[in-house]
Structure formats: C-alpha cells, structure tokens
C-alpha cells in the first residue's frame, strides 16, 4: 500500500528569497547587445508618454521636475489647478501687471 501524504491546509510563498536582480526579470531593458541595467539609466517618469518625442525647454523640464516632486511629497497624482499655481509660485513665478497705454 501506497504512504498518502495530507494536503498542506495552508500554502506559504516566502516572495523574498527571490532575487529579481540576479535573474533580470524586473529591473532591466533588454537591447540588441546586451542588457542594461535601468537603474543607471536616468527615469523620465516625470514626462508625460504621449508627448514624449518632443524637445523640452529647460524652463519646461524644470517645471515637471517640480510638478513630480510636488506630488511624491503630496501623494498626490492629480493635483488641483490650485496647487499647480503653489507650485509656481514656489519657483519664483509672479504675475505681472498688464502694459498700461502711454499714446495719451
């Protein structure tokens, strides 16, 4: 007669012991030559996908920059235009007053 062994009542997967590093599954971008690591490859998380393929002005990159700091420190993913504002006041952006007519 065959030893049946009882079915474990509880299954345990200890996810810690992997080493997703090693084995390359997360973390890098596979190219034709080789494989890179993405953590030495600078993030561009902070722009938007969808418009990606354009070239940014520093004062534009300096923006998103502060947008995406702004939002890792809130918590917040979709800010208010209030908060875009605060945003932009906290870089040094004002409003200025509106050219008066001199032709009088």
């Known amino acids: 007669m065959v030893n049946q062994l009882d079915p474990p ?7 810690r012991r992997v080493n997703r590093r090693a ?3 997360k973390g890098a971008i596979h190219e034709k030559h080789g494989v890179v690591d993405q953590r030495k490859i600078e993030r561009r998380r902070q722009i938007d996908p969808t418009t990606c ?12 920059k502060a947008m995406d700091d702004y939002k890792r420190r809130s918590g917040r993913q979709f800010p ?14 004002r409003k200025v007053a509106e050219p008066t007519d001199i032709s009088l």
């Open 9 to 15: 009542s509880e299954l345990v997967v200890d996810r």
């Open 23 to 25: 084995t390359g599954s």
């Open 53 to 64: 393929e354009r070239d940014y002005s520093e004062q534009e990159i300096d923006f998103m």
């Open 80 to 93: 208010t235009w209030s908060e875009v504002l605060e945003v932009l006041h906290s870089m040094g952006y």
